[in-house]
């Protein structure tokens, strides 16, 4: 099993910075990949970043330039900086990884972190 504990989110004005990170742990054999996925009321849960095993990202359109998604060197521990935020950046953040455990892939999310942001 993985165990997924998200932290950083919060209230902010627009146009100012938060910080979301997401920690592993648990019985995996590896994890191959992390994202953040986010959902907004009345809305889908959409992709906003993903970081795959070998580094690659991909970031919603809406979000290039402004986030950047980032992983410690274990790979264990995931980051999302958000910078330059909107009001339409306001929703529940939920972590997701992919990982084996130990060999058979599976999915697993976080809790979620809510993250406000004021006009």
């Known amino acids: 099993q993985v165990q997924l504990v998200e932290s950083g989110g919060g209230l902010v004005q627009a146009g100012g910075s938060l910080r979301l990170s997401c920690a592993a742990s648990g019985s995996f054999s590896s994890i191959n990949s992390m994202a953040w996925y986010r959902q907004a009321p009345g809305k889908q849960r959409e992709l906003v970043a993903g970081i795959r095993s070998g580094g690659s990202t991909n970031y919603a359109d809406s979000v290039k330039g402004r986030f950047t998604i980032s992983r410690d060197n274990a790979g264990t521990t995931l980051t999302l900086q958000m910078n330059s935020l909107k009001p339409e950046d306001t929703a529940v953040y939920y972590c997701?990884?992919?990982?084996?455990?130990?060999?058979?892939?599976?999915?697993?999310w976080g809790q979620g972190t809510q993250v406000t942001v004021s006009s």
């Open positions: 997701n990884v992919f990982a084996r455990v130990p060999l058979v892939l599976r999915e697993y």
